[in-house]
């Protein structure tokens, strides 16, 4: 996974993409480190890139996202934010709503 290292770089990252998910984790949290390798796993299976951000090191993030727990995994399309899950990720429904996404995403 790409690193966010700004807001800035993260809004020109969606003009340019048509569908991006985006794995938000902060320090010390064990359940982000848990939850990193496996979402990181998916990535070969969609045809989408995934980016992660530490908000810690970003703070700017978690406030124009309106981010209040880590982990989280978002999804955009089209510069719009589809889907988000937070704290305890479930991954069956993460992938349901990745492969709406990769539908979308073929037109």
């Known amino acids: 996974m790409n690193e966010v290292t700004s807001f800035k770089s993260w809004q ?4 340019q993409r048509e569908a991006v998910l985006l794995f938000v984790k902060t320090d010390h949290c064990s359940v982000c480190e ?14 989408f890139p995934f980016y992660s951000v ?5 703070p700017e993030m978690a406030g124009q996202l309106s981010l209040f727990a ?6 955009f399309h089209q510069g ?3 889907a988000r899950f937070a704290r305890f990720v ?9 492969d709406e ?3 979308a995403t073929r037109g």
């Open 12 to 15: 020109d990252l969606l003009t």
């Open 90 to 98: 479930p991954i069956e429904p993460l992938c349901k709503r990745m």
């Open 54 to 58: 530490n908000v810690a090191k970003v």
């Open 34 to 47: 848990g939850l990193y390798p496996q979402v990181e796993e998916l990535h070969e299976q969609y045809p």
């Open 101 to 103: 996404l990769k539908e």
């Open 80 to 82: 719009k934010e589809t």
């Open 70 to 75: 880590a982990p989280a995994v978002l999804l």
